[in-house]
């Protein structure tokens, strides 16, 4: 007698992984603060991109400041790790603060990476804060490459594995990169995208002008606009203020969030006299010093965001005065997508927590930046 046998067989379809977000943002809080939320730290997020280079990682930063045992301290070292296995690292930072924070830059050069100087020619600076990683993704956002960005301070910004913001993010670095070498210049036009950079005469083809976009962001809100930056320089320029106002008019809620060093003499006139506008509130925020001491140019907050009617948004490298958007290398993030901007609004709702309203008729004291 024969018998037969029937196997069955389960086939199971393995469950697909989770798409990457196309942009997703990326926090420092400050220790020894409520303000760490369920975004990732930028800290572990740059760690983990830059272990994942596999040909290149291109930088470009104000400048570079590490020390002991902090968190940058892994990064750097990533980075040589990265040399050392072969990958092209290339650091661009800006001219004028070379000679503040040398020791950095010449231990990655030690390392085989190749450093450059950018002297952009136009009195500003390179102030924009990113790095890409084998042209397939990037980190751009408010945190300078400096252990104190990592640790102590408010900062956001966001990990890009969008293809278009990454090729024009790439083309600003081969414009910058060249320009510093004195070599000629890309002639590449951008693909569309979310990417925006400053300053206004040194943006490459396809890429929009920061400034235009913000103002018609605002001038587009219908109930409510909330800006957190480390400082606003009211009064001595108007192109945004103009728009804020004009938003604060026809009765939008206009809400400022800027750092307390705002209390420094340059900034807080201004700043008294447009808390005077109907529907515009402004507060300083005070992150509170360490417990292990004083620490200069640190517990401050950085971050630089806009977020209109809870659903759009834009965040950023520039603060809120002329030079960021005419003279100097700044970026920013055109934000369209809802579940981002609802992130960008509970951000800034958190950091109310240090805010105070600004008084009009207050004598405020500037508080300890430097040693």
Known sequence: MRFAFVVLVACVTPHRAARAPAIELVETAPIETTLD???PDAYTVWLDMIRGANHTIELGQ???????????????????????????????????FVSTYPDTL???????????HLDLGTGGILHAKYMIIDGREAFLG??????????????LGARIRDGAIVRALSLIFAADWAHAG????????????????????????????????????????????HVQLLTYLAGDWTELEAALVR?????????????DWAK??????????????????????TIPQWSGGFIPYARVAHAKLLVVDGVRGWLGTSNWEREYFYESRNL???????????????????????ATRVDPDATYQPPRIAE
């Open 106 to 116: 010449a231990r990655l050069a030690t390392a085989g990476a190749t450093v450059r």
């Open 332 to 354: 920013g993030l055109a934000i369209d997508d809802a579940a981002i901007a609802r992130q960008l609004e509970r951000f800034f709702a958190a950091t109310r927590r240090y």
């Open 37 to 39: 939320s369920e975004l």
């Open 182 to 225: 004195g070599e000629p210049m890309p002639t590449t036009r951008a693909p569309p995208s979310r990417l925006l950079a400053s300053p206004r005469d040194h943006v490459p083809a396809g890429i929009a002008w920061d400034l235009p976009a913000l103002v018609a962001l605002i001038d587009g809100a219908r109930h409510t606009i």
């Open 247 to 259: 938003a604060a008019k026809r009765g939008v809620d206009v809400e400022l969030l800027v750092a």
């Open 264 to 285: 420094r003499a340059k900034t807080v006139a201004g700043l008294q006299q447009l808390a005077r506008t109907p529907h515009l509130a402004i507060s300083f925020v």
């Open 62 to 96: 104000f400048y570079a400041s590490n020390a002991a045992n902090s968190r940058l301290e892994p990064i750097v070292a990533a980075l040589e790790a990265a040399s050392h296995r072969g990958v092209q690292v290339r650091f661009l930072a800006e001219h004028s």
């Open 142 to 155: 408010s945190q300078n490459f400096d252990w104190r960005a990592l640790e102590h301070n408010l900062e």
